[in-house]
């Protein structure tokens, strides 16, 4: 609702200065509950920006590289996870020091810092300038960026033009309730699929490296801190590699069929993941352990 009502950029900008007074909190933290509150006002910011960015981004985008950058967009998560990664395995080194932590937690607000600050120098969406009544500079951002720089161009006619229509049908539509998603037989399908994206995209086992991955490493043997922490480094690197690859090919290959080769392939590695832990908890052999750490690097392939 912020995003519509306020605009996209304003959007990325509110939920940036919510994180960053996140950060603020988490940074002083001095007990456990601050610090988790802290977490919870991080993550509220976070969901004000991710609920603009997406859209901004396609709306921006040329029409024929917006499935690739929008894919791009998403595999970014990574370049967080890295630095995340690498920031943490130098500072568990800082024994006795509260900045081991403070330091992770403080690194927080540079992306949030960026985007408050470099958000005002990218153009707002077209899309909501049209729908704000705002047409001509709605034209002049089609111009400059799929037109270039010529307004009249027949792209950008032709884009205009669409979301004009889009718009104007929304509005004679009127206000639908949110009981038109579940009323006919075409909505109820999409509905499910939509819920089955997001629950297996959650529960496809990704959320047990994200959170447990110390306790997996510990699991098959590795219990030096500075092992688990240069292994997730290498796999925050490892993942982006792959996530980045894999977003140029979802124009070729296509959505579907690449999501379906994904889940297919994860399903596979994932037995031989189950497997591989299993006999190192019966054997305690190195060689069940050196397999299950290969079995989450290719996982997340």
Request: net charge positive; with cysteine.
């Amino acid at each position: 609702m912020i995003s519509d009502m306020l605009g996209r950029r304003k959007g990325i900008f509110i939920g940036g200065l919510v994180m960053l007074g996140g950060v603020a909190l988490q940074c002083q933290s001095v007990n456990i509950t601050q610090f988790i509150l802290a977490r919870g006002m991080i993550g509220f910011g976070l969901c004000v920006s991710i609920n603009a960015a997406p859209l901004l981004i396609t709306e921006l985008a040329y029409p024929t590289q917006r499935g690739p950058i929008t894919a791009m967009y998403n595999t970014n998560w990574y370049v967080g996870s890295i630095v995340a990664a690498w920031t943490t395995f130098g500072t568990f080194r800082m024994e006795g020091s509260s900045w081991s932590w403070r330091i992770p937690s403080l690194l927080q607000a540079l992306p949030s810092f960026l985007q408050c600050t470099l958000i005002w120098f990218a153009p707002e969406s077209p899309r909501w300038l049209i729908a704000k009544g705002k047409d001509m500079e709605a034209k002049q951002v089609l111009g400059k960026y799929h037109g270039n720089g010529n307004i009249g161009h027949p792209l950008v006619d032709y884009e205009y033009n669409e979301i004009r229509e889009a718009i104007s049908t929304e509005k004679e539509v009127g206000q639908i309730s949110w009981m038109a998603l579940f009323s006919t037989p075409g909505n109820r399908r999409r509905m499910r699929i939509i819920v089955a994206l997001a629950f297996f995209s959650q529960w496809s086992g990704n959320g047990l490296v994200s959170y447990y991955i110390n306790l997996i490493l510990e699991s098959v043997g590795v219990t030096e801190t500075a092992t688990k922490t240069l292994i997730n480094g290498c796999l925050q690197i490892f993942n982006l590699l792959m996530a980045f690859t894999s977003a140029l090919f979802v124009d070729r290959i296509g959505r579907r069929k690449l999501f379906l080769i994904s889940n297919a392939g994860m399903l596979l590695v994932f037995v031989g993941w189950t497997v591989a832990s299993a006999v190192f908890q019966e054997t305690k052999t190195k060689a069940a352990g050196s397999a299950t750490i290969a079995m989450i690097f290719i996982f997340f392939a």
